[in-house]
């Protein structure tokens, strides 16, 4: 690779998703710019480039994804584009001649990105150490070869194993006690969403994967997750960060269910929106369970900064390719941290959602993390909230505390009876 001393901001302007930086962050990252230089019949593939954007700048290349060949040639609409989409691990290009690639650094992007949103603190290089990139990879390969399996929850996989065959366990309590479960929720949507079951499109919460599976065929297979995948750990920090995170995807969905439940919008499903703000962090459960199976033996704080590090590309990927998502997941990963995203259209989305629900969670259990004002929040305001109202606040917190309920009452009567 070359470095460019700077790359024409009219170029880069032209570039998605580059465009959506300011002039300065764009100057920043044109700075660390590099050129690939590339030779006729050359392959290039995606998952050697998760963290690059690359673009055309001279020659032709071929793309081969999802069975179809696609020519990227310069100075077309395409080539504004990167060649490999966000979150796309399979598939290569070749050059139909020499050339050149423009490649940008994709953790800056992001870096960028969510600086421009938080306007809270220093612009850094984000640049994935060897260790982070060896948990990258061994996830990825893990993701392809459809193997990565996230623990249950200890205190959940005890009590649910102790009930799921009785009769007076509904459907209905059944969906709840699976959606308050990063294990669960991943485990029955990754076999509801094979082609077995999984039908035109993937099941978009829990519910429709009950239904999808039918309730016998569902309490076999949590009952199998439950007692197989058990999150084990002696690490004091990979407890501490597990429960943290249990706790934090409980009320952020509980949340987000109050959110779409008030709001009333005919395209936001309450159900799938509780969905989407408990796995808006599945990342960090992933990489939490890698370092609890691999027994990592480097630094707590150099653990704790993979795991924030790596939630959102390692987040999307679960998503992807684990759980056979859609792009409106993957969205809801990678975004439900930028508080001034402008969103896809007119209309609120589910990222708005888990975006609302996060700065509230946040702003109640979190009071010492640096926000934005409310007033710059864009979520809030495409969902017409007013977050200075206390009879909202109430309304909504005492809707999710609810459905929490619903879950905790009865996992410890069932305890309680049991002892």
Wanted: aromatic share 6%; net charge neutral.
């Amino acid at each position: 690779m070359s470095h460019l001393d700077s790359i024409p901001i009219s170029l880069l302007e032209r570039l998605y998703p580059i465009s959506e930086l300011s002039s300065e962050h764009q100057k920043h990252i044109s700075g660390k710019a590099q050129i690939v230089p590339i030779k006729a019949a050359q392959t290039i593939y995606a998952a050697e480039q998760h963290r690059w954007l690359l673009y055309v700048l001279d020659g032709k290349v071929t793309l081969f994804a999802d069975g179809k060949e696609e020519t990227i040639e310069p100075n077309t609409l395409r080539a504004r584009y990167p060649i490999f989409e966000e979150g796309r691990l399979k598939g290569h290009l070749q050059a139909a001649s020499s050339g050149r690639l423009l490649t940008l650094d994709r953790n800056l992007y992001h870096t960028l990105r969510e600086h421009q949103s938080k306007h809270s603190y220093e612009v850094e290089d984000m640049e994935l150490t060897e260790i982070e990139n060896q948990i990258f990879v061994e996830m990825y390969h893990c993701c392809l070869g459809k193997v990565l399996r996230l623990p249950v929850y200890p205190d959940v996989s005890r009590k649910l194993i102790s009930v799921i065959d009785k009769p007076e366990l509904e459907a209905a309590l059944l969906t709840r006690i699976v959606q308050f479960d990063l294990g669960l929720t991943a485990g029955l949507l990754r076999t509801v969403n094979a082609s077995l079951y999984g039908g035109i499109s993937p099941a978009v919460h829990t519910r429709e994967a009950i239904s999808r599976l039918g309730l016998d065929n569902t309490r076999k297979t949590l009952n199998e997750i439950a007692s197989v995948y058990l999150f084990k750990t002696q690490s004091i920090l990979l407890k501490k960060l597990a429960h943290d995170l249990w706790k934090s995807s409980l009320h952020i969905s509980a949340l987000s269910y109050a959110i779409a439940r008030h709001v009333n919008v005919a395209h936001l499903d309450r159900e799938r929106a509780m969905l989407t703000g408990f796995l808006a962090d599945i990342g960090k459960w992933g990489l939490i369970d890698y370092l609890a199976r691999k027994e990592a033996d480097f630094p707590d704080e150099e653990q704790a900064q993979i795991v924030e590090r790596l939630n959102l590309m390692v987040g999307e990927m679960i998503a992807a390719k684990s759980l056979g998502l859609g792009d409106d997941m993957v969205q809801v990963i990678k975004e439900s941290r930028c508080w001034q995203r402008l969103g896809s259209g007119p209309a609120p989305d589910y990222t708005d959602v888990v975006l609302a629900a996060r700065f509230y969670y946040l702003t109640t259990h979190a009071p010492n993390i640096s926000l934005p004002p409310a007033n710059t929040v864009s979520a809030l305001q495409r969902l017409s909230l007013d977050h200075n109202s206390a009879a909202l606040r109430s309304t909504l917190f005492k809707t999710a505390q609810l459905e929490i309920n619903r879950v905790t009452t009865f996992l410890k009567e069932k305890r309680t009876q049991g002892n």
